[in-house]
């Protein structure tokens, strides 16, 4: 059976009097029962990050994604999103008609719409409307299967959830005071908007509180996390990150035999899975498989994911992984590198992984890539090809370079001064007044990690190359 589409409500909270979904709905769709049938809709702004030869492409693979069925599209070109509408008055009147005709009983806009947007929309169009980012929020929603991943979901959902509570409430101020057929008698219409206010207000604090339970729980499950990652310092580890449906589940698979559920679906794994990578000869690295990025991912979902996040963080090495079959492969490339900005993980070396080649007919992203000095390196992971070279790579990294250095750590980072002890060989230490300065041996490559993670530790000596900046690039 096809699921609703929940939307504006988070998995467990509701508010007293009952908003205008909620997980009290019945499953397959909006109080009718039916399967959901969407017209998906959207203004393509002059910024958009939007594949031009398909627009919505990418939003109906999401609302597939959500088991929602794509009944028509609309699509409209304007400078800005109009405040009340985001359509211009015509569109509006066709996408009414095109609602109607195709029965369709959601509509899902492409843009991130304001509670007002959707307020408007929803009025015209006598139908549940929903923007980009609910719709992700609703699949990572269905998917979240550990109890981290629900958690973290639940935060992202109600973080959006919150500054469009009153406007939910207006709206159903609005539908009732009319004398609309909803269940929002307790509400009341014109004469009880001062209950209704309080309303708001008990209901904001009730999400406030939430909010705040789930970030404690959160922080808890994230300095587990970090304990769990400190604890493998003296292996190489390395992390597997791409825009979703890029392979990195079946890359993962083939390397190790993990076992990972994939499929031909935009989010089809949440959870990380790390496991030991066999690279031959007797080495060994650690493999983390993490969730896959999308363009215009919401922000509050790439926050409260970073504790599923932690392994890509803090490893030695990414493997990007790249769908060069995609015709949008290079701006899934450039979202993927603005997740990553934003984590702070910019400056962890990293391998492009151009994967399914054996579907790919364009290759000129390679050069394309290699003139920005990436390294960049070809595979399948459904035939194999490049799989060798891409462990003989891996393990040339992991062997890594040796350099030595004197670093200057400040007394107040006792955690990096335990860091370096682990993972150095430490020469000598010779303490001043404001901190402590070592002489070190150690691998190239984690000690410009080391330097990126920890600004206040300075190099008095050592080669220009362990500047942070230059490590996303080099090696090739
Ligand atoms: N032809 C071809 N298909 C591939 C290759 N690698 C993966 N696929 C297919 O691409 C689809 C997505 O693969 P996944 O491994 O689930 O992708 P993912 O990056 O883990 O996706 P998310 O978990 O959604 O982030 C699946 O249908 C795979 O069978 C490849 O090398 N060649
Ligand atoms: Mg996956």
């Not at 992984?353 to 364009?362: E, F, G, P, Q």
């Amino acid at each position: 059976m096809r699921r609703s589409i929940r939307s504006h409500t988070s998995t467990d909270f509701e508010p007293a009097t009952g908003p205008p979904r909620s997980k009290a709905q019945p499953p397959g769709g909006v109080s009718t029962g039916q399967p959901e049938r969407a017209v998906l809709a959207g203004v393509l702004l002059p910024d958009t990050r939007a594949d031009l030869s398909n627009p919505l492409g990418e939003l109906a693979a999401l609302a597939e994604s959500a088991g929602v069925e794509v009944a028509d599209s609309m699509l409209q070109k304007r400078t800005s999103l109009g405040a009340a509408h985001a359509l211009g008055k015509g569109k509006l009147a066709e996408l009414s008609e095109r609602v109607e005709a195709a029965q369709a009983n959601v509509v899902i806009f492409d843009n991130d719409l304001s509670p007002r947007q959707i307020r408007g929309l929803e009025r015209a169009l006598g139908q549940k409307v929903i923007d980009r980012s609910e719709l992700i929020l609703d699949i990572f929603a269905s998917r979240a299967k550990t109890h981290e991943a629900q958690l973290q979901v639940e935060l992202a959902q109600l973080e959006y959830t919150a500054p469009r509570l009153r406007g939910m409430w207006t709206h159903l101020e609005r539908i009732a005071g009319a004398g609309g057929a909803t269940a929002v008698g307790a509400v009341g219409g014109v004469g009880t908007r001062g209950p209704g206010e309080r309303q708001i207000e008990i209901d904001r604090r009730i999400v406030r509180e939430r909010i705040a339970h789930l970030k404690r729980q959160i922080r808890q499950i994230d300095q587990r996390k970090q304990r769990e990652v400190r604890s493998r310092a003296d292996q190489f580890t390395v992390s597997l990150v791409g825009y979703t449906n890029s392979g990195k589940s079946t890359l993962m698979n083939k390397l190790t035999g993990a076992g990972r559920f994939t499929a031909d679906q935009l989010f089809a794994t949440l959870d990380t899975k790390t496991t030991r990578w066999d690279l031959g000869d007797g080495a060994a690295a650690l493999l983390s498989d993490t969730v896959g990025f999308v363009r215009d991912i919401p922000h509050g979902l790439v926050a409260s994911f970073r504790a599923t996040l932690e392994e890509a963080i803090h490893a030695d090495l990414l493997l990007h992984v790249v769908d060069i079959s995609s015709p949008t492969a290079w701006g899934q490339i450039e979202a993927v590198d603005g997740v990553l900005a934003s984590l702070g993980c910019d400056t962890i070396p990293q391998i492009t992984v151009l994967n399914k080649i054996d579907i790919a007919d364009d290759t000129s992203l390679v050069e394309m890539l290699a003139y920005r000095r990436r390294t960049v390196l070809c595979v399948s992971a459904h035939t194999g090809e490049g799989l060798d070279r891409l462990a003989c790579e891996v393990t040339r990294r992991a062997h890594g370079e040796t350099v030595e250095a004197t670093v200057h750590i400040p007394h107040a980072e006792g955690k990096l001064i335990a860091e370096i002890d682990r993972m150095a060989e430490v020469r000598q230490r010779r303490y001043c007044q404001d901190g402590v300065e070592l002489d070190i041996r150690m691998n190239r490559e984690r000690l410009i990690q080391l330097r990126s993670r920890y600004p206040a530790m300075s190099l008095l000596k050592g080669e220009a190359g362990l500047d942070a900046r230059h490590a996303p690039d080099e090696g090739g």
